[in-house]
């Protein structure tokens, strides 16, 4: 048998060291299939239960291997099912390549069955770069454009490959005008800052008093020159969610997350600061910055397009934050000041106040001891993933970093329904590692269950370490949005868009050959983490927490008071538990007591 379109497809994304990819098969990408069954293993497939899924484990797969992502789906609804997914690689910088197929050439414009314009559709989540092949010869050098600009711009790249090319005899282009001729390859550059824009940078970093560093994404693979910088410069440090894993929490001078989901010392470091250095961060929430005016400002990134975006910096330093980091440090004086004893104590009384309210009673459990028992528990090399939503919040507060951990969320997009997902495609990265992933029910309800039996369908061929657990918070409620209705809107719970079914999910976990765990005891749930780690197959553990435990920002404004009180004046269908909670968090950690 000749080669096909689709063997050379497969072939060509081999030699672009391509091992893995996800999706869901279909008619109109059958020839693909077809070549990735003849390729005897070259290219593993990932099914799982849903294109959506898919593209969310190709954008976790980048993240948490350091490569290429690939979905793959079929045409008409299968491809625009992966949307999602990809805006969560395209917002958080992923580089993913999304293969689909189409209805043949001749039937493209007649109406047709699962016809859908496709190079439309993927216009902005693959704004960089999309096409659909017309012809053999014109595959090899989409795909090389594909996987190159993916990887080089961190971005998102789509192929669309109609079902009768796909099976046609591949050829090469021919030596003639109108053709093109491509190879593989991309190595990564070395991007620098000028020098005399470092030394800018060193003047202001040095001339500062109080140095507040802000540390993102960019910065995972830069936790040496970071720690190193803030020595110099005696600063503390915040987190943006998707740089949760950049710094170990064990810094006294680490202050946290930052933002909705932040910390009282990242707030404080921000409203106190002189001089802000933000690595690899796009953070968007300007208000809990420095004032306009406040603070000189230094930002090291590697897309200039994020220069100056957050907050009006005095120098922008493009470049690679590990190599600009070490060209920086020998620029800097060593600074002692009392600004860091400052931060350490503000860390320290933080942590115990988390403490505080993680043990505070609720009922049945606090959502916030799920997390702080967490914790202690973590082994030294595990890879974390969350939901959005108010299992978040415990998420960025009350689990601390240590080094060798990953750590990654649906962080631009903040999409319900990546952490099962997430901790799928980490696991395929790194299978010798334990992963945990904090789900709340709602997501679990859209789509997260079904992965589970993604989970059941791989973990005995393809994982040699079965620890993966799933923590379900199940409070029957939405919890996040019901929240921002009384707080940001003023509005009492809406009990007919926010409570949601009551679902035994460690039991569903268990029909499908998983271990189940519930609790619904406070006293149960550290054993209950115990027995989850030492299983050597995968743990569905879900947890009764109390929906009325407010995931409190970290400064309450008058209009957030205001609007909580409003709501409950509105007559809230919880209001007798909002305002037990809410005097537990607020006033339990500081009146003797009164914590039960």
Request: charged letters at 20%.
């Amino acid at each position: 048998m000749s080669k096909t379109v689709g063997d050379f497809l497969i072939s060509r994304l081999h030699a672009w060291g391509v091992r893995r990819m996800f999706g869901y098969p279909g008619d109109g990408i059958n020839g693909v299939f077809g070549a990735l069954n003849r390729a005897d293993g070259k290219i593993e497939f990932v099914q799982a239960r849903h294109e959506e899924m898919a593209a969310f484990m190709a954008s976790a797969y980048a993240k948490f291997s350091g490569g290429l992502g690939v979905c793959i789906a079929t045409s008409g609804p299968g491809a625009t099912h992966l949307v999602t997914g990809l805006y969560d690689a395209r917002l958080d910088h992923q580089p993913v390549l999304a293969i689909v197929g189409q209805q043949a050439r001749s039937a493209i414009g007649g109406h047709y069955q699962q016809e859908v314009d496709l190079a439309s559709l993927f216009k902005d989540v693959a704004g960089d770069f999309v096409h659909q092949a017309a012809v053999p010869a014109q595959v090899r050098h989409l795909v090389d454009r594909a996987v190159r600009i993916a990887l080089a711009n961190r971005t998102v790249t789509a192929l669309v490959l109609p079902n009768d090319l796909q099976e046609m005899p591949y050829e090469e282009p021919s030596r003639a005008h109108g053709t093109v001729h491509s190879g593989v390859g991309y190595r990564k550059p070395l991007v620098v800052p000028h020098a005399d824009d470092l030394k800018a940078a060193a003047d202001i970093l040095n001339e500062g008093e109080r140095v507040a560093i802000l540390v993102g994404a960019g910065a995972l693979a830069a936790t040496q020159e970071v720690i190193d910088i803030a020595d110099r410069l005696g600063a503390g440090a915040a987190k943006a969610l998707l740089g949760k894993a950049a710094l170990p929490d064990f810094l006294p001078w680490v202050t946290g997350s930052i933002g909705l989901l932040g910390t009282e010392p990242s707030w404080d470091l921000m409203r106190d600061c002189d001089t802000l250095l933000m690595v690899g961060s796009g953070f968007p929430y300007s208000e809990f910055l420095p004032k306009e005016g406040q603070a000189k400002g230094v930002q090291i990134d590697l897309k200039p397009g994020m220069m100056s975006l957050r907050y009006p910096m005095d120098v922008n330093l493009v470049g690679d934050a590990t190599e600009t980091l070490k060209a920086l440090l020998p620029l800097l004086k060593q600074k002692k000041n009392k600004w860091r004893k400052q931060i350490e104590k503000s860390v320290a009384d933080w942590w115990k106040l988390l403490e505080e309210r993680a043990k505070t009673k609720a009922d049945p459990v606090n959502p916030q001891l799920v997390a702080w028992e967490l914790s202690p528990r973590l082994p030294d090399n595990v890879i974390l993933t969350s939901d959005s939503g108010s299992c978040a919040n415990w998420y960025a507060r009350d689990v601390r970093i240590r080094p060798g951990m990953m750590a990654s969320l649906s962080g631009g997009l903040a999409s319900m329904g990546a952490a099962v997902p997430y901790a799928i495609a980490a696991k395929f990265a790194h299978p010798d590692r334990p992963v945990v992933g904090l789900v709340g029910d709602g997501a679990m309800q859209m789509n997260n269950m079904a992965e589970l039996i993604t989970v059941a369908k791989y973990w005995k061929s393809s994982w040699p370490n079965g620890r993966f657990i799933i923590c379900v918070f199940n409070n029957q409620d939405l919890n996040q949005v019901t929240w921002e209705q009384r707080v940001m809107e003023g509005d009492p719970k809406f009990e007919a868009s926010q409570r949601i079914p009551d679902v035994p999910y460690h039991r569903f976990a268990e029909l499908i050959g998983l271990k189940g765990l519930f609790v619904d005891r406070a006293e149960d749930l550290g054993p209950a983490w115990d027995e989850a780690f030492a299983s050597d197959y995968p743990v569905v553990l879900e947890v009764k927490t109390d929906p009325e435990v407010p995931p409190l920002p970290p400064h309450f404004t008058f209009d957030q008071i205001k609007n909580l009180t409003s709501s409950l004046a509105k007559g809230d269908p919880s209001e007798t538990g909002v305002i037990r909670g809410t005097v537990r968090q607020v006033l339990g950690s500081i009146l003797p007591g009164k914590s039960d």
